[in-house]
């Protein structure tokens, strides 16, 4: 233990320790952070996570592919919605089941409103932890309104659960439509009010630019996904590269930066807004009539072999890798959660800055911790 | 470059090296002792360039345990399989490729806890989750009589 503190540089004597949560406002949840300071210069940050780990993978070895679904909505539970279609995709790619047109696109529709709901709160709670506690109103104010689209079609607001291997659980409500476009119609308003208020705040730029830059290979290298890889220059969007659902009929961009400071995986966020704002609105007067859900048989089981199906949540990109002995339960399962390998970046981002932004940078990442622990 | 050139490529780093295509990917299934020495190859010739390991298991197949790499090449956009298994249960240890691709620090750490599987040149093997008392819960013969109900 003792040459590996010399390794990487911590003085035991000099070098003053401090445990940053895990209760702790900026970190989100239960993330403890073990932060070796030398005066008010971060030297070293070591993540300590697990505290409400659950063993979600052990536990889908042992209950059927239906059931798996509900335990993803309490993974990344900002993208619930997300996270339920990556295994619904995985189920149906591996019984090669046709999907009618009518759930593809409700789910991209579902898929971009929560992404737009998950920015939201990053950006309520980004400004909150910087200090600017008005945005975190403002934040939530909207975000009800797509609580509300939620539980009127899915019963819940935040845990969805509202896909099913073969289709989703029930049609949307009849009042879905027309309340997404009132939404739309409300927030395209409202965004601009938001970069208003942070955006161009010289405050919050001179804490956010220049601060905690990963280049595009660290990026590459770490696994970076998500915004946070995306400001940074990484080109790795799945709804571009690998399109599921709806996805390739729609046209959006993919927004790139490379700077890779916390100020542009801010931005990337924003911009996304509007880009799932335009994919919701070309997808919302042309629901296809049809079934919402394929008949499945009562017991699914999944061939013999492996299937991996990635997806993009709004944290990056999310990977379904899943073992069939040919059993009604999976042998193994293996969720590749972003926030897990985005958290491994942190240590090599925050060397050198202040502690100040390691606040900065770790909420720019926007963890999720139940996410990292699964 | 197609995919048939790929593997032909892949195969010219080492004559031995078992390739087949799955359903998804091409599958790649190399011994453990050539494992880092393929990786590094993959990772370093201009024209396979994997660069992006996006997701590390390990898998406890009954009497072996192993390793499955995916990894994606971000300049051509093509993905393998890499696989590996190793019958020693008691004392499981695989090279690390943590100097390859700085990700499989985490992954290597939450396998180490969870499959018990070590890591040779792991800069800081330590349980990630678990505490040290913990046996290594995703193997097959876990028995945890408390919290597991078997029906």
């Known amino acids: ?374 | 470059m197609d995919k048939a050139e790929l593997v032909e490529l892949i195969r010219s780093f080492d004559s031995k090296t078992e390739i087949k295509e799955g359903k998804q990917f091409t599958e790649i299934n190399v011994p453990a002792v050539n494992l880092h020495q393929l990786a590094k190859q993959l990772n370093e010739n201009k024209d396979t360039c994997f660069d992006f390991l996006f997701c590390l298991s390990g898998v406890d197949y009954g009497s072996d345990l192993g390793l499955v790499y995916h990894i994606r090449s971000t300049k051509y956009n093509h993905t393998v399989v890499l696989k590996t298994r190793t019958p020693e249960r008691e004392t499981p240890i695989f090279d690390s490729v943590c100097d390859i691709w700085k990700t499989a620090e985490f992954h290597e750490r939450e396998i180490y806890d969870l499959f018990g599987i070590k890591f040779k040149g792991h800069p800081d093997l330590r349980r990630l989750f678990l505490g040290s008392t913990w046996g290594y819960p995703l193997r097959k013969d876990y028995v945890d009589d408390i919290n597991i109900v078997t029906k």
Request: glycine fraction near 8%; aromatic fraction near 10%; hydrophobic fraction near 35%.
């Open chain 1, 1 to 374: 233990m003792e040459e590996q503190i010399k390794d990487i540089g911590i003085d035991e004597k000099q070098d003053y320790i401090i445990n940053m949560g895990p209760q702790h406002p900026s970190t989100h949840g239960v993330l403890r952070l073990v932060v070796s300071l030398k005066g008010e210069i971060v030297k070293n940050v070591e993540p300590h996570i697990g505290y409400i780990h659950r063993g979600i993978e052990k536990m889908c070895e042992s209950i059927t592919y239906p059931q798996i679904i509900h335990l993803t909505d309490r993974m990344d539970y900002l993208s619930a919605h997300i996270n339920n279609e990556a295994v619904c995709l995985n189920v149906e790619k591996a019984l090669e089941i046709d999907i009618p047109d009518r759930v593809k696109v409700i789910r991209t529709i579902m898929s971009e409103l929560t992404r737009i709901q998950s920015h939201q709160l990053f950006w309520a709670t980004f400004g909150m932890d910087l200090g600017g506690l008005t945005c975190f109103f403002y934040g939530l104010r909207d975000r009800e309104k797509i609580m509300d689209i939620f539980e009127e079609t899915c019963g819940g607001r935040m845990i969805v659960s509202y896909n099913c291997p073969g289709g989703l659980m029930y049609d949307i409500h009849p009042n879905f439509q027309k309340r997404v476009k009132e939404f739309i119609k409300y927030f395209r308003k409202t965004l601009p009010e938001y970069d208003q208020l942070l955006t161009g705040n010289v405050i919050f730029r001179q804490r956010t630019a220049g601060i905690g830059r990963l280049s595009l290979e660290d990026a590459i290298s770490f696994g970076v996904t998500g915004p946070c890889g995306r400001a940074s220059g990484f080109s790795c969007d799945v709804r571009k590269h690998d399109p599921y659902s709806a996805y390739d009929r729609v046209k959006f961009n993919e927004v790139l930066f490379d700077e890779g400071d916390t100020f542009h995986r801010y931005l990337v966020r924003m911009e996304e807004m509007r880009e799932s704002m335009n994919i919701i609105d070309q997808l919302i007067d042309n629901i296809p009539e049809g079934p919402y859900a394929v008949k499945m048989k009562p017991v699914i089981k999944l061939p013999e072999g492996e299937y991996y199906q990635k997806v993009e949540t709004a944290r990056g990109e999310l990977g379904v890798y899943i073992i069939s002995d040919g059993n009604k339960n999976p042998y193994r399962v293996k969720f590749r959660s972003p926030n897990f390998v985005n958290l491994s970046a942190l240590n090599m981002m925050t060397k050198g800055f202040k502690i100040a932004d390691l606040v900065a940078i770790s909420g720019s990442l926007d963890l999720i911790v139940p996410d990292i622990d699964r």
